[in-house]
């Protein structure tokens, strides 16, 4: 998979160099390229913003270098999924990092100030190789968009094949099945003076898998019940189902 990330800060992504996403790289796995937004301006200040039309607060972010920018990204690729951190857009979740996974070649255009001039959007919606999205990591603002895109790279690039040396981890984490993920525990058994469950101890798979299945299901419905309401019961057993049922009924009363 191939990322380009755009950003007047291009230190601020020397995280991707670290962990899984930079053994990634360097791997050859994931082909994360940084550019500079200003290298694409063209006056010897580098300005990247200039004052808003209709007066206001703050700058605005010019739509030329963003455009050069681009069309460099893009040039040798056949679609690029643009990914615009925004508050503005559909919310970053688990499956569309799923969903976002699956793509060749995906770009994220990190603002700062007040946005990016709004024309850039339409520019490229317009654009025969991109398309445009704008994603939000949740209702709160931030002073760019480099964090945002920092979360969404490792949320998607850890689903790329080879990126996580055990891919069966992928599937029991949280909201891989819309639930959030049962406790887990290692050595020792008791440790000052609180134990670990006993069925973890028993070696009845079949029980932990149900007991594990049910702390999610109570978890979910303690922490984000909002969650709940989505998941489907045919996923889950005969006991999943009961439980699930229940608890639904119990927050509806």
Not at 151 to 162: F, K, N, Q, S, T
Request: proline share 6%; glycine share 8%; net charge negative.
């Amino acid at each position: 998979m191939r990322i380009d990330v755009i950003t007047i800060f291009p230190e601020y992504l020397s995280a991707l160099d670290v962990s899984l996403i930079g053994k990634a790289r360097a791997q050859g796995l994931l082909d994360i390229r940084i550019h500079d937004l200003r290298e694409h301006t063209t006056d010897r200040h580098k300005t990247v913003d200039d004052t808003p039309y209709g007066g206001g607060a703050g700058m605005v972010m010019k739509p030329e270098p963003w455009a050069l920018a681009l069309e460099a990204a893009v040039a040798d690729s056949a679609e690029v999924e643009l990914i615009i951190p925004s508050p503005a857009g559909a919310v970053f979740n688990q499956q569309m990092a799923y969903e976002l996974a699956e793509k060749e070649h995906i770009a994220f255009a990190c603002g700062r100030y007040e946005g990016i001039d709004e024309r850039v959007y339409e520019w490229a919606a317009e654009h025969p190789r991109i398309r445009v999205r704008p994603v939000s990591l949740g209702d709160y603002v931030l002073n760019g968009g480099e964090v945002a895109v920092l979360a969404m790279v490792e949320a998607i690039g850890r689903l790329v094949p080879g990126v996580i040396g055990n891919p069966e981890s992928l599937i029991e984490e949280s909201h891989s099945n819309g639930l959030l993920e049962y406790p887990v525990y290692t050595k020792p058994a008791n440790w000052r003076g609180k134990d670990v469950p006993e069925i973890l101890l028993s070696g009845n798979h079949a029980k932990i898998a149900s007991w594990r299945t049910s702390q999610q299901l109570r978890r979910t419905a303690q922490r984000r019940p909002d969650l709940l309401a989505a998941v489907d019961p045919e996923t889950l057993d005969a006991q999943g189902q009961a439980e699930l049922a229940q608890l639904r009924a119990s927050m509806e009363e």
